[in-house]
């Protein structure tokens, strides 16, 4: 019996000989024709008549009945005998302790503590703050964003003023440099009442007590914060005003002094690399890391040899350019600061990556060191770049070489059993479609994950399968949830035989790609199913026979749902357990009715009269349990 929805065509074939009773002909083409056929002496007699599953009845002796529904006549006594007295005082027990675990803080404190599960400290550091921030909120996420903006700018602007700005610095200089600070000193005051990752203790995701959050930043980052946000130029400029400066200290020494302490700030590059790190984890990908490292590197790479160029052309500033520096040798002493600027970048990327010396050979002590210096961090920064791609490289895409190996072993197994070149390429051809680049072990990888994101994982990969099935969209979702975890994905060729006629039914088929047909036994087409379809459902509630031939025309990905799998998902539910053994019942007496009225032909049923069928069935036991749940309370 089948119940088919789909908006795939139907192709049907003239020869066909099947035929179907007059008030249950199909009204259009998405009514397809059923794969399965109920057994007469499989069907245990105790699912029939709603027995308990423990039952002796022959034929059930290896396996449990499916179902506890019973007929229409005793449905009452029946669903009311499956709560009893103990039941009722065992649930109510169960959430007399649950309330009790949820109880205000004085009472489950003390009981923790008396029980020795969780001491004092370690319950008040994971209880939340009123105005604690955590570190993984939105607030926070955007704050740490705007840090990473200002603390690049900063330390591309900072050496900039610093070595080519002459003087005291402009008044849009002195703005920014304001404004900078005041973000600093607002980030400093925030992490004081945002919460941190406790890597010491494992237990502990996040700290949000104040106490331990003080406390700690105060014991790492503070001082370093605090540095590179104190304006230590502008505290020197209110001391040494130019009325109080001696004959010994000139006005040209308080400048450098200034200008050496505002690269103070170029310590915020300790708050970049701590927050940026934040910021990429959004959007950090197994695909997209290895752009990431090779772009942090080279920015890196760009920013060490601005701060270098930078830096020479600053202590030559301050020997007041000797006559064969650098600078003067080029000419550029008196040139604007964006054009001083190039050269000095020049220098600085002509030594690290070791092409030259610069614009001259260097003629002075000074720009000797700062040569060897620029050769020194440009050979390091240039063997770890190397180092990290190679690195990278190695570990890039490891499911790709994975399949790579794998289909070496597959060509070394197929030479060695000398498989003929049709087999070779059918072999090649379903590694290629089944993995698509890639091999993993699924189950494993699922399997480690948490039951609820287990259960995520699934639906996001059966989602678009399990919407085109009625059946699902009208159960409660904890049953959809525990059903599609137990999914088993499938691929076939094609031509491959999914269901082959005569054999008996154990699965439930969900195509989720490609396009299947359905053959009867004389091989005349009955129908083209294509994605979205699904078939052999029956063979969930009942033993069955199939009468139909399913096979794949093109490539298919199919999930399958096993009778065992299934029934043990409908143990944990039994509104639904109720309604679909009811369920079973009318369509074993559909059967028998169909079977005596017409003979040698299969019975169809239309998706509306089961999914009428299944909603009437679970009203009724939803009514009867929440009737008896009042009645014992």
């Known amino acids: ?327 003067s040798i080029t000419g550029v002493r008196h040139a604007p600061w964006f054009e001083q600027w190039q050269w000095s970048l020049f220098n600085a990327f002509s030594q690290m990556f070791s092409i030259s010396y610069g614009t001259y050979t260097p003629q002075t002590l000074v720009d000797m060191w700062f040569t060897m210096v620029g050769m020194l961090t440009g050979a390091s920064c240039y063997a770890l770049i190397l180092a990290n791609i190679a690195t990278m490289w190695q570990h890039a895409d490891v499911s790709r070489k994975l399949h790579r190996q794998k289909m070496r072993e597959v060509e070394d197994y197929m030479s060695f059993r000398r498989f003929p070149r049709d087999l070779r390429l059918r072999v090649r051809d379903y590694f290629e479609r089944r993995y698509r680049g890639h091999v993993f072990n699924e189950d494993d990888i699922l399997e480690s994950m948490s039951e609820p994101l287990r259960e995520m994982v699934m639906l996001h990969n059966c989602q678009a399968t399990i919407r085109m099935v009625p059946f699902f969209a009208n159960t409660e979702p904890a049953f959809i949830n525990e059903l599609v975890t137990r999914l088993r994905f499938d691929f076939y060729q094609p031509d491959d035989v999914i269901v082959s006629e005569g054999t008996i039914g154990t699965k439930m088929f969900f195509l989720q790609s490609g396009k299947v047909t359905v053959e009867n036994q004389n091989g005349d087409l009955i129908a083209t199913l294509g994605d979205g379809s699904y078939f052999g459902e029956l063979a969930l509630l009942m033993t069955c026979k199939r009468n139909a031939t399913v096979r794949a025309k093109v490539h298919c990905s199919v999930f399958t749902l096993g009778f065992e799998d299934f029934h043990e998902v409908l143990s944990r539910f039994p509104l639904m357990r109720l309604a679909i053994g009811s369920l079973t019942n009318d369509i074993l007496e559909t059967r028998d009715r169909a079977m005596s009225a017409i003979q040698d032909e299969e019975t169809v049923v239309s998706l509306e009269d089961f999914m009428a069928r299944i909603n009437t069935r679970t009203d009724l036991a939803r009514d009867d349990l929440q009737r008896v749940y009042v009645e014992r309370c």
């Open 1 to 327: 019996m089948r119940f088919y929805r789909s908006d795939s065509s139907t192709e049907s074939n003239p020869k066909s000989s099947v035929r179907f009773p007059a008030h249950l002909e199909p009204q259009q083409s998405f009514c397809k024709y059923g794969i399965d056929q109920p057994l007469q002496d499989e069907v245990p007699e105790c699912t029939r008549k709603g027995l308990n599953h423990s039952c002796s009845c022959p034929g059930n002796m290896d396996k449990s009945c499916s179902f506890q529904s019973s007929p229409p006549s005793q449905s009452g006594s029946r669903k009311a005998s499956l709560i009893s007295e103990e039941d009722v005082i065992k649930q109510r027990l169960i959430q007399k302790q649950l309330r009790s675990f949820f109880q205000p803080a004085k009472t489950r404190r003390a009981s923790l503590k008396a029980h020795q599960i969780l001491d004092l400290l370690e319950w008040q550091k994971r209880r939340p703050h009123k105005w604690i921030i955590h570190p993984r909120s939105r607030l926070r996420k955007y704050w740490e964003l705007i840090i990473v903006v200002v603390s690049i700018v900063n330390l591309i602007v900072i050496p900039i003023s610093v070595a080519y700005l002459r003087g005291f610095e402009p008044p849009h200089v002195i703005v920014f440099n304001l404004i900078s600070d005041f973000i600093f000193v607002v980030d400093i005051s925030l992490n004081f009442v945002t919460g941190f990752v406790d890597k010491d203790n494992p237990q502990t995701l996040v700290t949000m007590d104040p106490i331990l959050v003080r406390n700690h930043y105060m014991k790492t980052w503070f001082a370093v914060d605090f540095i590179s946000t104190f304006p230590a130029d502008d505290f020197i400029l209110l001391i040494l005003k130019p009325s109080n400066v001696t004959d010994y200290v000139s006005m040209s020494q308080v400048v450098h002094i200034t200008k050496f302490l505002a690269l103070l700030r170029l310590l915020r590059i300790f708050r970049l690399v701590r927050y940026l790190s934040r910021c990429q984890e959004s959007f950090y990908t197994s695909s997209t890391w290895i752009y990431i490292r090779i772009l942090n590197l080279s920015l890196f790479m760009a920013l060490v040899a601005h701060w270098n160029g930078c830096l020479q052309f600053l202590v030559n500033s301050c020997l007041g350019f000797p006559p064969k520096c650098w600078i």
